[in-house]
């Protein structure tokens, strides 16, 4: 049984976690695998529960967070090349930045026969300065020689990867779509609805729109914020509106929402103000149930599961045109798209779904038909055994 070691940044809620926890789970019995993962900031939020419900059981490497240490990041890669000589895999697959630079030096220097590696995002652009960008480029295109094969999560992550990026040619890169168990988002939507709506007392006429994800800078919620305001002075429909999520930006989006009048409570279910923080929610398919739109403002994306698990739920979407989106809905179909630096369309896309229950009703009967088939789990592990035997074969 070939051995398979996958490694990930950090275990915080995401489809970086989903993935590396379905694949640990479910490649077995063809592939051994051990699961290691670096922390995660004390800001984000856990998704420890989703490989504790799978009974996985990871190792986990204190020194290895997000953020850049050259101390600890060098003792994670000696205590990463420890865990390789004892386990002794055939494959190292990394997941996202940190894991796959620590892991991938790692593995090359302990000579591991195959060396993936999974882009599940990217910070080459919207998140640094132009010294800082070109020095990550540097750096991946430098690991991208030391990889076997690099997995793009959609075409348009690929071609940004390879030809505007250049980490590496085209030939070495293979898109394998991320994949999730959407079986819960699409089962007692109503029970889930009307629980969720009591929660936050939110009226039967009311429209819901909910943003999902970390509060920080890239997620652009001040766009949604903007969209909001015009939306809350344009409409002839009551609308409520939910920030799911939290991370460092958050006491920056709420000064921002209170320079613009919009009334709002943190984490409080009862209170009627038109917007609200709710921190983090894990039961995201009782939330997504509660909502009649779903947006996304994002300036930089890989494959962003909020969307993905969107549609399952049968939600209609307002997003940003950006990294893989455009791979992962159909435009016009299940959601509607504008550019990143488009403020008004933006705006008047959400204006629109809210104003028209006939488009909101169109978009939703086309989502989840269209991630179910291109999103499930089995084929995540169907595409991604394929690949890792393919590669295997390779080396004898």
Known sequence: MPKVLRIINRLNLGG??????????FLAPEFETLLVSGMKADSEESSEFIVKE????????????RELNPFRDYKAYFKIREIIKKFKPDIVHTHAAKAGAVGRLAAAHEGVPVIIHTFHGHVFHSYFGPAKTRGFLEIERFLARRTTKIIALSQAQKNELSSIYKIAPQQKFEIIPLGFDLEKFEVKQEEKRQKFRQQYNISYDEIAIG????????KNHRLFLKALSLVAAKSSKRVRAFIIGDGEDRQRIELYAQSLGLAFNNESRQQKNLLTFTSWIKDIDVSNAGMDIIALTSNNEGTPVSLIEAQASGKPIVTTLVGGIEDIVIKNKTALLSAINDENAFAENLLRLVEDAELRTALSKNGADFVR????????????????????????
């Open 211 to 218: 943003i999902v994800g970390r509060l920080v800078p890239v």
């Open 16 to 25: 970086p976690t989903f993935n590396a926890a379905y694949l640990s789970k």
């Open 54 to 65: 799978l009974g996985l059981q990871p190792v986990y490497i204190p020194e290895m967070y």
């Open 373 to 396: 088939n291109k999103f499930s789990y089995q084929r995540l592990c169907n595409d991604m055994s394929l690949l890792y035997n393919s590669l295997l074969l390779e080396t004898k």
